[in-house]
């Protein structure tokens, strides 16, 4: 393996959604993680029932599971991106995502477009400190 390769890994946990394509769920890069942007699936795959709350907290509960499997947690995130359906949910989102990141938050953009994969109303993707 090249040195290049060595301090690259992905990473994968079967305690948050699956990759729905030919994608990694996060990417372990030296000391930081990069995870795929996480929408409102179950682990089994399944969409949350629900309106955008409970589909963020499942997003967030994803991304989380994701962080620790690549060696960090959502202390450790040092940026997010959040993809909204509808940027009229950011208050409804922003309640919510202050409960995971209620202590330093990290830097975060917050952005609206145009469909989402399977239609779901948000999709968050971090980058994080790892150990």
Do not use: W
């Amino acid at each position: 393996m090249s040195e290049s390769n060595a301090a690259r890994r992905t990473v994968r946990t079967d305690r948050a959604a699956p990759a729905i394509g030919p994608y990694s769920q996060a990417v372990r890069a030296g000391d930081f993680l990069f995870t795929s942007g996480q929408i409102p699936l179950r682990p089994d795959g399944a969409l949350v029932d629900g309106g955008i709350e409970v589909q963020t907290r499942q997003v967030l509960a994803n991304l989380a599971e994701v962080l620790r499997a690549g060696g960090s947690d959502p202390s450790r995130v040092v940026k997010c991106t959040i993809f909204l359906r509808d940027m009229d949910d950011f208050q409804a989102v922003n309640a919510v995502y202050g409960e995971t990141f209620d202590h330093d938050p990290p830097a975060r953009s917050a952005v609206q477009v145009a469909r989402l994969p399977k239609d779901v109303a948000i999709e968050i993707e971090a980058v994080a400190l790892c150990d």
